[in-house]
């Protein structure tokens, strides 16, 4: 859905844009969410203008249901909704802090609770597959020492592409990542993923810029992009002949899964992948079933069979 294109008036834009630089400069919220929530705000402004409102302290949780209606009607997924009812909500905090409201019109309203579907994984097999590069070529050995990293130790694209080489520490075989809300943590990586970023910072110098403090760099010398690294992974799938599309967030999904099958324990897996709430983590547990009957038959006390006389 397009934000409509009439100019917002001033005592709606001025907020906005002092939120913007809240956002920005006390928050300190990445770029990608900075974005979303302004285009949202923008986007829902839009909406009031055309039904005749001129100031937030206007807004009621009755007009705030109506937007959200409207984008249901629209077709938004309910992911989708819910972010923007979230930034909703944030700027409205916002307001309540600088004295402009005093009480969140949009607190009471939620979206639709969305269905939480498992993301795919692949096997081990597959893995193996796709990392099976030994070309010579230091972009190759780039992408094989990334894809190893990001499998290796579970990290989310935003998180790999932002890794300096100071960030590195081979002889400990730590990283120090900033996830999300800007929250810093130490992974682990190990093994391949170790051998593979060790034979890329040996080849590294000869494609980085001078200057540049990014472990992961394009052919231009400057950090690899988002993009990039969706496209690179994508094509190596492809021609690595797996079958499956290669995402990082796939990557990620199978290196939580695989631990998890490995080890049984949630608690760790939610530390090495980042989450803050253990909900968070149990959506990539699809554990065989019968492996958790098998533990219940053995373990619970009124499940074990009585032995044979």
């Not at 009439?6 to 969410?33: A, C, M, V, W």
């Not at 990392?131 to 989310?156: F, K, Q, T, W």
């Not at 554990?287 to 044979?308: G, I, N, S």
Request: no cysteine; aromatic share 6%; glycine share 6%.
């Amino acid at each position: 859905m397009k934000p409509p294109t009439i100019p917002l008036p001033s005592d709606l834009q001025n907020p906005l844009n002092r939120f913007y630089e809240y956002l920005r400069s006390e928050k300190g919220l990445s770029l990608h969410t900075q974005r979303n929530y302004k285009q949202q705000l923008e986007t829902m402004a839009g909406h009031l203008v055309t039904m005749g409102l001129k100031d937030w302290s206007q807004v009621d949780s009755t007009w705030v249901r109506q937007l959200a209606s409207k984008g249901m009607r629209d077709g938004m997924k309910a992911s989708s909704l819910a972010t923007r009812l979230s930034s909703l909500r944030s700027f409205f905090d916002f307001l309540i802090l600088r004295g402009q409201l005093t009480a969140n019109p949009a607190k009471g309203v939620s979206a639709p609770r969305k269905q939480r579907t498992l993301p795919k994984n692949l096997d081990v097999d597959e893995v193996n597959q796709l990392l099976e590069v030994n070309e010579d070529d230091p972009l190759a050995i780039r992408d094989r020492a990334l894809m190893e990293l990001m499998y290796g130790s579970g990290l989310r694209l935003a998180e790999t592409v932002s890794i300096d080489v100071r960030h590195l520490s081979l002889s400990s075989g730590e990283i120090r990542v900033v996830g999300k809300g800007d929250k810093e943590r130490k992974v682990p990586f190990s093994g391949m993923a170790r051998e593979w970023v060790t034979k890329w910072l040996k080849v590294r110098a000869s494609i980085a810029n001078a200057d540049e403090p990014a472990l992961f760099v394009s052919k231009l010398g400057g950090r690899i992009s988002h993009r990039s690294v969706q496209k690179r992974l994508a094509e190596w799938g492809q021609k690595q002949s797996v079958a499956s599309h290669i995402s990082p967030h796939k990557l990620r999904h199978s290196f939580a899964t695989h631990m998890l099958e490995s080890s049984q324990n949630l608690r760790a897996v939610q530390e090495l992948l980042g989450h803050e709430n253990i909900s968070t983590t149990q959506i990539y547990t699809h554990l065989d079933f019968q492996h958790l009957a098998d533990v219940y038959d053995k373990a619970h006390p009124r499940a074990k069979k009585k032995e044979e006389k």
